[in-house]
């Protein structure tokens, strides 16, 4: 059964830090590569970061490197997105996906199996 279950959204002020949390199923968690995709209003959706299947390769788009880091959890079947220096265009809906590429994927039509999204917005 392909579950993604994302967590952890909510309202911070810029500068601030969230955690994203996406517990998947086993199956789906152990297949490939994770990652995450954000959509903010009025845009279309975006890549955020991904890690490889066994975690020891990840990649970032230009705009959160240095501020934000992905990490898996094989014990928990769980992937996080640590969100640091938070910023207003960072508002965005943030969905966790599963590819089943063992590699990083960049390419968002290269993943499979989605969530149904966690609400981060950053506002003073």
């Known amino acids: 059964q392909v579950q993604l279950v994302e967590s952890g959204g909510g309202l911070v002020q810029p500068g601030g830090s969230l955690r994203l949390s996406c517990k998947a199923s086993r199956p789906t968690f152990t297949r490939g590569a994770m990652g995450w995709i954000r959509q903010a209003p009025g845009k279309e959706r975006e890549f955020v970061a991904t890690?490889?299947?066994?975690?020891?390769?990840?990649s970032y788009a230009d705009f959160v490197k240095g501020r934000f880091s992905i990490s898996r959890d094989s014990a928990e079947n769980t992937v996080y997105l640590q969100m640091n220096g938070l910023k207003f265009e960072d508002t965005a809906v943030y969905y966790c996906a599963a590819s089943p590429s063992p590699n990083t994927v960049v390419e968002e039509r290269e993943y499979d199996y989605w969530g149904q999204g966690t609400q981060v917005t950053v506002s003073s």
């Open positions: 890690i490889s299947r066994s975690g020891l390769s990840s």
